[in-house]
């Protein structure tokens, strides 16, 4: 089994003591997010973790604390982007992110922490010309920390449409995709990275860009969880590459405040949600009630001959 930690919240950045305590008690309660009333169990006994895969904007919480992950097998896919708080609201300074990328990276190991810079978006003050600038700069700075970066582009979900209106933020058209990914493909040969895109179905194979697999059992094999013998998460989009995983974060307890994120509705929702926060509860910023239905899901290890349910 592989955690994903998580698509639906920045886990490292407000809740990594929350997930230490659940790795202490081997197990974890998750809400189907398609059904709140249903919420699984699922052991978490290190065993059955073949790896865990964090998302994060900002993971300088876990850097004092990352011993505590010793006998894990674990990556972090890092955004880092260049955009103002008029997009990210509440995020550390571009600096300070800088700074936690390369101490995360001395720490863990450049292969370990994959620089995400998505998602990519359009206005009048975030062109074409901004984007060529940005990407060098932070290349620029990342060369020797990271050995692979993973681009997309904006996708209109449309809970996010009024957010993205109001800042009339676009998606870059297909043209406009080649050339910035183009220009990409130049400054990451320059600074020796790799160039990949998350879930995109646009092929930039001749620029030397590959399609991603950011849930990447090789990549965990490499590291050392031993070969993984995973298949492609059916429950991600047609184009993502991503193998199986179990996300156990939950949506709208996200307090960064980007313009462009489809896991959150409101900042007050938001905020609402984050106060149920408890650090020792099974639950993501909730608790279980009598209508909830509880089940135990069925978990095994990925790892090849041992395929053994739990």
């Given at each position: 089994?592989?955690?994903?930690?998580?698509?639906?919240?920045d886990?490292?950045?407000?809740?990594?003591?929350?997930?230490?305590?659940?790795?202490?008690?081997?197990?974890?309660?998750?809400r189907?997010?398609?059904?709140?009333?249903?919420?699984?169990?699922?052991?978490?006994?290190?065993?059955?973790v073949?790896?865990?895969?964090?998302?994060?904007?900002?993971?300088?919480?876990?850097?004092?604390?990352?011993?505590?992950?010793?006998?894990?097998?674990?990556?972090?896919?890092?955004?880092?982007?260049?955009?103002?708080?008029?997009?990210?609201?509440?995020?550390?300074?571009?600096?300070?992110?800088l700074?936690?990328?390369?101490?995360?990276?001395?720490?863990?190991?450049?292969?370990?922490?994959?620089?995400?810079?998505?998602?990519i978006?359009?206005?009048?003050?975030?062109?074409?010309?901004?984007?060529?600038?940005?990407?060098?700069?932070?290349?620029?700075?990342?060369?020797?920390?990271?050995?692979?970066?993973?681009?997309?582009?904006?996708?209109?979900?449309?809970?996010?449409?009024?957010?993205?209106?109001?800042?009339?933020?676009?998606?870059?058209?297909?043209?406009?995709?080649?050339?910035?990914?183009?220009?990409?493909?130049?400054?990451?040969?320059?600074?020796?990275?790799?160039?990949?895109?998350?879930?995109?179905?646009?092929?930039?194979?001749d620029?030397?860009?590959?399609?991603?697999?950011?849930?990447?059992?090789?990549?965990?094999?490499?590291?050392?969880?031993?070969?993984?013998?995973?298949?492609?998460?059916?429950?991600?989009?047609?184009?993502?590459?991503?193998?199986?995983?179990?996300?156990?974060?939950?949506?709208?307890?996200?307090?960064?405040?980007?313009?462009?994120?489809?896991?959150?509705?409101?900042?007050?929702?938001?905020?609402?949600?984050?106060?149920?926060?408890?650090?020792?509860?099974?639950?993501?910023?909730?608790?279980?009630?009598?209508?909830?239905?509880?089940?135990?899901?069925?978990?095994?290890?990925?790892?090849?001959?041992?395929?053994?349910?739990?």
């Amino acid at each position: 089994m592989i955690i994903s930690a998580s698509r639906r919240t920045d886990i490292p950045a407000y809740y990594f003591d929350w997930l230490l305590e659940r790795l202490k008690e081997q197990f974890v309660l998750v809400r189907n997010p398609m059904n709140q009333r249903q919420v699984s169990r699922v052991s978490l006994k290190p065993e059955l973790v073949d790896g865990i895969v964090f998302w994060s904007k900002n993971p300088e919480p876990v850097l004092k604390k990352l011993e505590q992950l010793d006998g894990y097998v674990y990556y972090f896919q890092f955004t880092l982007n260049a955009y103002d708080n008029d997009i990210e609201a509440a995020l550390p300074s571009l600096q300070q992110r800088l700074d936690t990328f390369g101490r995360l990276a001395e720490a863990v190991g450049t292969e370990r922490v994959l620089w995400r810079y998505d998602p990519i978006l359009l206005n009048s003050r975030y062109d074409l010309a901004y984007h060529k600038e940005a990407f060098a700069h932070l290349a620029e700075r990342l060369a020797g920390s990271t050995e692979k970066c993973i681009i997309s582009f904006l996708d209109c979900y449309p809970k996010i449409n009024k957010r993205l209106a109001a800042s009339q933020i676009r998606p870059p058209s297909a043209a406009e995709q080649r050339e910035l990914a183009g220009q990409f493909a130049v400054t990451a040969q320059k600074y020796g990275l790799k160039l990949a895109t998350c879930a995109e179905s646009i092929e930039l194979a001749d620029l030397g860009i590959s399609h991603a697999s950011c849930v990447d059992a090789a990549l965990l094999t490499r590291l050392g969880s031993g070969r993984l013998t995973a298949t492609k998460d059916k429950n991600q989009r047609g184009e993502c590459g991503c193998v199986e995983s179990i996300d156990i974060g939950a949506y709208d307890t996200c307090l960064h405040g980007c313009s462009y994120c489809y896991a959150n509705h409101s900042m007050p929702g938001i905020v609402k949600k984050h106060a149920l926060f408890n650090v020792h509860a099974p639950l993501l910023c909730s608790s279980l009630q009598a209508e909830d239905k509880l089940t135990e899901r069925k978990v095994y290890s990925l790892l090849a001959g041992q395929q053994e349910l739990f």
